[in-house]
């Protein structure tokens, strides 16, 4: 178990951590989700040695990762896949790894073929690696020591689309053997298909945690009606708002079971109803952090505002 509680980081007068507390539990992938600059990498960071905390605690099985006897055999870690040394062949990274935790020989080519790094890929030099041959490397590394604990910042940067789901697979698979997962990613959608539970956070701090489902319940109804007019008066009459969705349906915060009853009771007939779980991880991650967005434009550079 990962367990993190009223941490504060603060850098100068920058608060980067402001009274964060969570928890990752075994059995489960723990989505960490947020803006760039929100504090996520700096959490993993206290959470494995890397940071200290200006106040509270991040402990892993219980204790301080500073603490634990063996702490490659008990967590696993990739926080910068870009950090490996570059003169060194995937092969000799994983080796001294293997021999600093006191690892059998053969544990080396497992993880190789676990990742899917070839021999030829493994005798490469890191430098010559693309970041997606990196992220594998880190993975391996992480999982070298069989830890009961994973910690993941970014793991899918520069996979391929086969990369993501063979991460992902590998992720749900660890889990299910009794792992703790704590994964961050700004890859929205593998979050929500591997995700159990869900972390925001925004300039600091926590802003919703929780199962996904949960979460995700509170993303609302997608509906569509050929008289979209007519059923959000009857949404409005319920007290529930409705928003189009630039593609004909409606998004309104009723669930679906009372959106079908309204639209029955006003005779109107619908062609879709679902919960906006396609888009909801999404949504909710725009609405939960939309102050701590950095401002953009789509107006090309010399046009008129």
């Excluded at 850098?11 to 990752?24: K, L, P």
């Excluded at 634990?68 to 001294?96: F, I, K, M, N, Y």
């Excluded at 509170?218 to 009606?225: D, K």
Aim: with cysteine.
């Amino acid at each position: 178990m990962i367990t993190i509680e009223n941490l504060t980081r603060r850098y100068g007068a920058h608060t980067a951590v402001d009274d964060v507390t969570f928890t990752a539990r075994p059995g489960r992938v723990t989505g960490f989700l947020g803006p760039n600059g929100a504090g996520k990498s700096t959490c993993m960071r206290v959470l494995v040695g890397l940071t200290p905390p200006t106040s509270g605690s991040a402990t892993v099985l219980g204790r301080r990762f500073v603490d634990l006897p063996d702490p490659g055999r008990e967590v696993g870690v990739l926080l910068d896949a870009s950090a490996q040394h570059a003169g060194r062949t995937g092969r000799e990274t994983l080796t001294l790894a293997q021999r600093t935790m006191g690892l059998p020989r053969a544990r080396v080519q497992e993880m190789l073929d676990r990742v899917s790094l070839t021999d030829e890929e493994a005798g490469r030099r890191v430098r010559h690696y693309s970041l997606g041959m990196r992220q594998r490397l880190g993975i391996a590394h992480a999982l070298l020591g069989d830890p009961e604990v994973l910690v993941l910042d970014e793991p899918a940067n520069g996979l391929d689309p086969a990369g993501i789901r063979w991460m992902r697979d590998l992720l749900r698979e660890y889990a299910d053997r009794g792992g703790t997962v704590l994964l961050s990613s700004h890859l929205l959608h593998e979050i929500e298909v591997v995700a159990d539970d869900l972390v925001v956070i925004g300039r600091g701090r926590i802003v919703a945690s929780g199962t996904k489902a949960e979460l995700l319940a509170s993303a609302g109804t997608v509906v569509r009606s050929p008289d979209p007019e007519a059923l959000a008066r009857a949404l409005a009459g319920a007290g529930h708002g409705a928003e189009p969705t630039g593609d004909g349906a409606l998004s309104t915060d009723a669930p679906p079971d009372l959106v079908g009853r309204l639209a029955l009771q006003a005779g109107l007939a619908l062609s879709e109803l679902r919960a906006a779980d396609g888009a909801g991880l999404e949504q909710m991650f725009l609405d939960l952090t939309a102050d701590t967005q950095r401002e953009t434009t789509t107006t090309p550079p010399g046009a008129a505002a």
